[in-house]
């Protein structure tokens, strides 16, 4: 059982900078692929970014492109979500999330955080 807890979130306004962190707790972090979801006031939850287990290799949304980096030390148990130029649509909480393979589609994630809230404004 992997348990997941992510820090980092607040206030900031458009055009800042908010590194998000996730913390893993259990056996084989390093063996799962990571991903980062947003959930928009009154929207879907929606991928944001993935970064495989191993190889480092990662995707993002074409509206993050460019400006969020993930990135992962398997030493520490940790994934980070680093967002650069934020725009009010960015605004969520975010979740990061853990599967034994690597790709986008949320049901298959295995394990989820908490959470943590990301408020751009203007």
């Known amino acids: 059982q992997v348990q997941l807890v992510e820090s980092g979130g607040g206030l900031v306004q458009a055009g800042d900078s908010l590194t998000l962190s996730c913390v893993a707790s259990?056996?084989?972090?390093?063996?799962?692929?990571m991903g980062w979801f947003r959930q928009a006031p009154g929207k879907a939850r929606e991928f944001v970014g993935a970064?495989?287990?191993?190889?480092?290799?990662?995707k993002y949304t074409d509206s993050v492109k460019g400006r969020f980096t993930i990135s992962r030390d398997n030493a520490k148990n940790t994934v980070t979500l680093q967002m650069n130029s934020l725009k009010r649509e960015d605004t969520g909480v975010y979740y990061c999330?853990?599967?034994?393979?690597?790709?986008?589609?949320?049901?298959?994630?295995?394990?989820w955080g908490q959470g943590t809230q990301v408020t751009v404004s203007s």
């Open positions: 999330a853990a599967r034994a393979t690597y790709g986008m589609t949320q049901s298959d994630y295995e394990y």
């Open positions: 259990g056996p084989g972090f390093s063996n799962y692929s």
């Open positions: 970064i495989h287990w191993s190889f480092g290799m990662t």
